[in-house]
């Protein structure tokens, strides 16, 4: 199974950009995913989280910003963010609880990083 994420660059600050991240592979079951992201030398914090069902639970700093979505056929999650400001100037990274023949206890994996930049 792989993750692999899209949607990141640069942006001016009050602008949007929308991230995806899809997930690859045979016979899994993908139960919550989530968007974390980290800066140089950070540890990676978490942005918002999605279950199966579609309950989601944000960081207090993108509340209101910032929304999470997915769509359960194409094994997508997606990150919506708005009003944008320098300070969510990140690598954002997402992930997946994911259930496999080979990890019936389900595992979580990551996508690669995609760098979203914010401008004053």
């Known amino acids: 199974v792989q993750l692999q994420a899209s949607g990141g660059g640069l942006v001016q600050a009050g602008g949007s950009l929308r991230l995806s991240c899809t997930a690859s592979?045979?016979?899994?079951?993908?139960?919550?995913m989530g968007w974390y992201r980290q800066a140089p030398g950070k540890q990676r914090e978490l942005v918002a989280i999605i279950t199966r069902g579609g309950s989601t639970n944000y960081a207090d700093s993108v509340k209101g910003r910032f929304t999470i979505s997915r769509d359960n056929p194409k094994n997508t999650v997606y990150l919506q963010m708005d009003t944008l400001k320098p300070e969510d100037t990140y690598t954002y990274y997402c992930?997946?609880?994911?259930?496999?023949?080979?990890?019936?206890?389900?595992?979580?994996?990551w996508g690669k990083g995609t760098q979203v930049t914010v401008s004053s």
């Open positions: 992930s997946a609880r994911i259930f496999s023949d080979n990890f019936p206890t389900g595992r979580v994996y």
């Open positions: 592979g045979m016979n899994f079951v993908i139960n919550d």
